[in-house]
């Protein structure tokens, strides 16, 4: 079945105290990207990467950090959380297709995060 | 700069009536729009997606949405509300790189009442 898998799905942590979200995908698709959902805010871009060892900035990068060693995985890695990256987290996949073709993101299921 | 703006942040309707959610986009060139439904607690679902061609497309669960150019909208319709269609909406834009960078809009919370 083809899914983005992200781990783990509820976490609580501590202020300051690093930690990792992981990404997997098995559709091989080249771009992976993560995003924060908050209230009334929708979802907003934190990182993407366009292939392996390619990454890039979103509109809200602070205080986060990727990592794309292979093509299936993407991690979201948080060095010193605060509280306010409490926030509901998704990654996303997509395959890297030409100007007008078909494209769409497919989604993970979703990382809740708090921090305290 | 791109955005997207969906106008109501809580609609409320009766199962059976009719449905519209609004989108309008800020997007420089033909955009690629997409919505996407998030039931409690799950990721998102993708209803249905528009890249060219006919202007009605067509999506999953009896959803359809119309692109109008002019009015840089991208309503979301469903012509029968069923409860199970409770949950939140979101409308994007497809951007940048070969279209891999989506921009969301804010959400719509849909309430369905028996």
Known sequence: EAQVTQNPRYLITVTGKKLTVTCSQNMNHEYMSWYRQDPGLGLRQIYYSMNVEVTDKGDVPEGYKVSRKEKRNFPLILESPSPNQTSLYFCASSPDVGTGQDTEAFFGQGTRLTVV | ?114
């Open chain 2, 1 to 114: 700069a791109q955005s997207v703006t969906q106008p109501d942040i809580h609609i409320t309707v009766s199962e059976g009536a009719s449905l519209e959610l609004r989108c309008n986009y800020s997007y420089g060139a033909t955009p690629y729009l997409f919505w996407y439904v998030q039931s409690p607690g799950q990721g998102l679902q993708l209803l249905l997606k528009y890249f060219s061609g006919d202007t009605l497309v067509q999506g999953i669960k009896g959803f359809e949405a119309e692109f109008k150019r002019s009015q840089s909208s991208f309503n979301l319709r469903k012509p029968s509300v069923h409860w199970s269609d409770a949950a939140e909406y979101f409308c994007a834009v497809g951007a940048g790189y070969n279209f891999n960078k989506f921009y969301f809009g804010s959400g719509t919370k849909l309430n369905v009442k028996p």
